[in-house]
């Protein structure tokens, strides 16, 4: 066992910590140094069916549970997550790579989220419609029932946390599937939730192969909804599945965040917040800044500055001290930012920092970015989901906004500008589920997260992400 990581990992099904037995096991690595945490249990037909079961039977019991007793279960995991951060966030920037202090702010958030559905399960009103021909009329939202849902590795606390606060405010049982790269983060989530009084069977966290995990999962007629993050092509492999039996799916997929920086903006508060937030994570973020669309008359500035910052970025372990940036999260993804970078060059563009892996122990990559890139280049029309920033030059506001709409995606945007006239054209005509103009600041536990066009549909988080697990139902009573 490493100092800091659990050597017990385990699945949390139906209520009852498991593991040993047959089944099989994969290594869980630091990403900092390639080195093996601890082995990690995988769950076999049994365990999924298991956890499906559970589910199922707690269903009617949780559904009846009164609001304020779910309310109060919630608000106790988010006490325990507050009260045990510092060892869950090491153990979670021991699994994942982030940086200290951008782990400690997720663990927060996502007590912040918990705290948050507490309160809003109380509030899933329905409504009385007025009187026709002696007939009384309501409307009565009720839980959508057992919820399937499958986290990524990047935001390894936050990401469950999305779907099962408004899972369970909602009276909706959760079957979970988190990333097996970043166990330990969800099981400590799973782990405050059954402290803080959670019927057994109501949350289920399993690990295993991701395609056997959800094609048993959605094969299921009791499983009556899917949350998904993660990639476009796997959302709709997804999606085709639940169709079978006509499942609800709420789906946050790819992005390719455009930036538009133009004349009238802060040009050095622009790059210095863009510097950040682009290598926030390592750029693993599905709403990382990608595409920076800079006006010319500013461009050669805002490169120069943005160019000047990212040099200076200190990578380390994420546990070190003064560290800007940590590792990629797995051997993949070094590979895949050398495929992207050596793909733009050949192309014509220019690499004005970084474009390399770091020669030590791990997987590090550094801070790149990448000017003049061409429309062809795969970096300017496949997600790269790490430390790669591509600046490009535009004419004017229309070719910016053009530029911002090209691709199928539709997640986040952001814009960097003063104009009033200008902040009103691009919230109305650019393509995205969440903007941010002069902030990067688009995640909170009360605003929806979610995308449009090929980035998916659905939101988590926000009274949205609660409606999401509610059926409506229209009574009429003569």
């Excluded at 269903?59 to 995991?77: C, I, K, N, Q, Y």
């Excluded at 001290?321 to 970078?341: I, N, Q, S, T, Y």
């Excluded at 929806?448 to 009429?476: D, Q, W, Y």
Aim: net charge negative.
């Amino acid at each position: 066992m490493t100092d800091g990581y659990p050597d017990d990992l385990a699945l949390f099904v139906a209520g009852s910590w498991v593991a040993g037995g047959d089944r099989a096991t994969r290594p869980v690595l630091n990403p900092a140094s390639g080195a093996v945490l601890a082995p990690l249990p995988l769950a076999g037909p049994a365990d999924l069916d298991a956890a499906v079961t559970g589910a199922v039977a707690t269903f009617p019991a949780w559904r009846a549970t009164p609001p304020l007793e779910r309310s109060a279960v919630l608000r106790g995991a988010a006490a325990l997550l507050r009260e045990r951060a510092r060892a869950v966030a090491t153990a979670a920037t021991l699994e994942q790579g982030k940086v200290r202090a951008e782990m400690d702010a997720e663990v927060r958030l996502a007590a912040d989220i918990l705290d948050w559905y507490a309160e809003e399960g109380r509030r899933a009103y329905g409504r009385v419609l007025g009187p026709q021909a002696g007939t009384r009329r309501s409307v009565v939202h009720e839980p959508v029932g057992v919820v399937a849902a499958f986290a990524p590795w990047n935001f390894p606390v936050v990401n469950p946390v999305r779907k099962i606060a408004p899972a369970l405010a909602a009276g909706c049982t959760v079957v979970v599937k988190p990333a097996e790269e970043a166990p330990a983060s969800a099981l400590a989530v799973a782990r405050a939730l059954h402290d803080a009084g959670l019927p057994a069977g109501t949350l289920s966290v399993v690990f295993g192969e991701p395609a056997e995990v959800s094609a048993r999962w959605l094969a299921e007629p009791a499983v009556r909804k899917v949350s998904f993050t993660g990639s476009v092509a796997v959302g709709k492999h997804l999606m085709r599945l639940a169709a079978v039996t006509m499942k609800r799916t709420t789906m946050e997929l790819g992005g390719h965040a455009p930036v538009i920086v133009l004349p009238d903006a802060d040009i050095d508060v622009a790059a210095a917040y863009s510097v950040g937030a682009k290598f926030f994570n390592a750029g693993q973020a599905c709403v990382s800044p990608t595409r920076f669309l800079v006006h010319r008359d500013v461009y050669d500035r805002f490169v120069d500055a943005f160019v000047d910052r990212a040099r200076i970025l200190v990578l380390d372990d994420g546990l070190a001290e003064k560290v800007d940036m940590g590792p990629l999260a797995h051997a993949r993804r070094p590979a895949a930012m050398e495929g992207f970078v050596a793909d733009a060059v050949a192309a014509g563009a220019r690499a004005l920092a970084g474009g390399r892996a770091v020669d030590r122990p791990g997987f590090f990559w550094e801070p790149t970015v990448l000017v003049d890139v061409p429309t062809s280049a795969r970096v300017r029309n496949e997600e790269p989901f790490g430390p790669i920033a591509v600046i490009n030059r535009v004419d004017d506001l229309d070719a910016a906004i053009a530029e911002a709409n090209r691709l199928p995606f539709g997640l986040a945007a952001y814009a960097f500008t003063d104009s009033a006239a200008a902040i009103r054209r691009i919230a109305g005509e650019v393509e995205a589920g969440m903007l941010g103009v002069n902030t990067y600041s688009i995640a909170t536990p009360d605003a929806p997260f979610g995308g449009v066009k090929e980035s998916g549909h659905g939101s988590e988080e926000g009274i949205e992400g609660m409606a999401g697990h509610l059926v409506t139902k229209a009574i009429h009573e003569a």
